[in-house]
């Protein structure tokens, strides 16, 4: 195996076609049929079917394809670092962060530039989910999350850095049939919303239901926090999300009433854990906290 035959690969699962993928590579369609029979023995299974339309993954394909593009994500990092590491940058750092907190790591971000524009940072976007198992495997600097995100057993330093709320999406049609004074309005709509694997937010949004007197008829649940707001967009039902998704993921249909009471908060927190902290990391962590006035704790 190589990287050429999982570029290969990749192209042809995207395409769909061995002609496109070789006019990509400017190499020959049997050379790319070569490399990808190869690929087919070293793993020891078929790994595309050709048909009359072009060429589909098998099964096999389809489980080896996630870890390919992994793969060449990684070497792309490790390209990129390299490079930039020969032409003058001298430091790194990696940084995870929900679409919510995208207002603050920009913020964070300018000041750095600034004052250290020879420091490379890598930014990963992330879902609830996603940034829960970011931190569970410590596999970023930093991370710019919700409360009660980071596993307690693990050592994380936590800071809160901006206040917010959560807030109830509505569709615009909706909105004159709902009244925040009155949960009742709100329990007669079904329900978008975050898997429970999404354990901080999703159990924000359930204390809110519980504490106003009713449990949310939860009809579709999206793994992605934009696709609860397509969702609503689209009339499908009202959802309970960070108010900070609604400047992110601005639709035309869709409105954002912020919800009171101490149990809505939703505030973003700098996390990090400082047995991993560079010099590098430690000019980030100094920048993030006098940006926004606070101290490291005791």
Request: hydrophobic share 45%; proline share 4%.
């Amino acid at each position: 195996m190589n990287m050429l035959q999982f570029e290969l690969f990749a192209s042809v699962a995207r395409t769909q076609n061995i002609s496109r993928t070789a006019a990509q590579y400017n190499v020959t369609q049997p050379a790319v049929s070569h490399q990808l029979k190869t690929l087919e023995q070293a793993m020891g299974l078929e790994l595309i079917h050709r048909t009359r339309r072009g060429v589909v993954l098998t099964d096999a394909g389809r489980e080896l394809l996630p870890y390919v593009q992994e793969i060449l994500a990684i070497k792309d990092r490790a390209e990129t670092r390299m490079r930039n590491m020969a032409e003058g940058t001298v430091g790194h750092i990696r940084i995870a962060a929900l679409s919510s907190a995208s207002a603050q790591v920009s913020d964070c971000l300018l000041p750095l530039y600034a004052q250290h524009p020879d420091i490379q940072v890598d930014i990963s976007l992330m879902e609830g989910t996603e940034l829960i198992e970011a931190l569970r495997q410590d596999s970023h600097d930093f991370y710019f999350g919700v409360d009660n995100m980071a596993p307690d057993n693990m050592g994380y330093v936590s800071v809160i850095i901006a206040r917010g709320r959560l807030a109830l999406f509505v569709n615009r049609a909706a909105a004159e049939s709902i009244d925040l004074s009155d949960w009742g309005t709100v329990a007669r709509h079904p329900f978008v919303s975050v898997p429970k694997s999404d354990v901080s937010l999703d159990k924000k949004i359930m204390t809110v239901c519980r504490n106003r007197g009713f449990t949310p008829r939860i009809i579709s649940i999206y793994n992605r926090a934009e696709s609860v707001v397509l969702s609503v967009n689209a009339g499908l039902g009202v959802a309970i999300l960070p108010g900070a998704l609604r400047e992110l993921y601005q639709r035309p249909n869709v409105l954002a009433f912020p919800i009171d009471g101490e149990d809505a908060r939703a505030d973003t927190v700098f996390v990090w854990n400082p047995d991993r902290l560079t010099g590098t990391g430690e000019i980030f962590r100094d920048i993030v906290l006098q940006l926004y006035g606070q101290t490291l704790p005791e």
